[in-house]
């Protein structure tokens, strides 16, 4: 879901710019993560509200995704999986999301774990760590934190993805 | 987790003895499921109750069940995968009944999905249906509403799991 069909970065940025003043308009370089560009005593702060309720209701959409999604899903078994059991307070706030923007998507196609133990052909992702022990095709969808990563077949847009799976 | 590791039964059976007087020592037939006990004007109340905040808070474990995990764990990497996406309110509750009976079993092995479409070599679950499309072991966990099925391995206990797999 997450850097994938919703933006989380966008939110901690406000939440940054919010709580001490950090410039919206702010770019996260390739290979960083979001507090890497923030000063060191409050760079662990992302944590903490990625943990509140509420931070994932409202994430903005990454472009394309939905009608993207809805194609894909007239030709393959498209199922949403979400690395979202370390946060507890993100399950209620991601399922309402999804009924939200992802309506066509039902409760047996969503998944919420740890471990992306999932037995597909496809994954498309944004963190290289879930294709470890993936057998099938690993689709990288581009993200600042993974743009120097060379070794895997690369998505930047929703397009391409319909390019590829089409 | 349903039925395997928790016991949604008696907790029905608690409810409808609460609200309707129905008798708490209800034996549930084999092959039939709690609702096929209930008179026909209450026998839907069971979708109600599994749907309120807090019906799987405090579900009994099922006997045996903690330790048996416990033991699967030292040999095996063990995951919790319960169907739960269809009920939005079960997902804190189950993720907080896990925290407090299976500690040892961390949020990177606990998945809440629709379809169990997982990549591991043994499944075990009370619902038959879970094992459709999946290739590994099947360990058809006995509950009353599976006791007519000849077709599966069946496990009636976790003693009897652990003689299987250790």
Known sequence: MDEVLADPIHKFIQLYNRDYGIPLDLIIEPGNEVYHHMPEHINNKWFEY?????????????????????KLQEHHDVYIVSAATEFRNSLEDKLDWLADHFPFITWRNIMFCGDKIVDVDVMID???????????????FSSPHNLLLKEYERVDTWEQVLEKLL
């Open 50 to 70: 990625i943990n509140e309720k509420g931070f994932f209701r409202d994430l903005r959409l990454i472009e394309g995704s939905v009608e993207a999604v809805k």
């Open 126 to 140: 944004d963190r290289a760590k879930n294709f470890i022990g993936f057998k099938g095709r690993k689709l990288l």
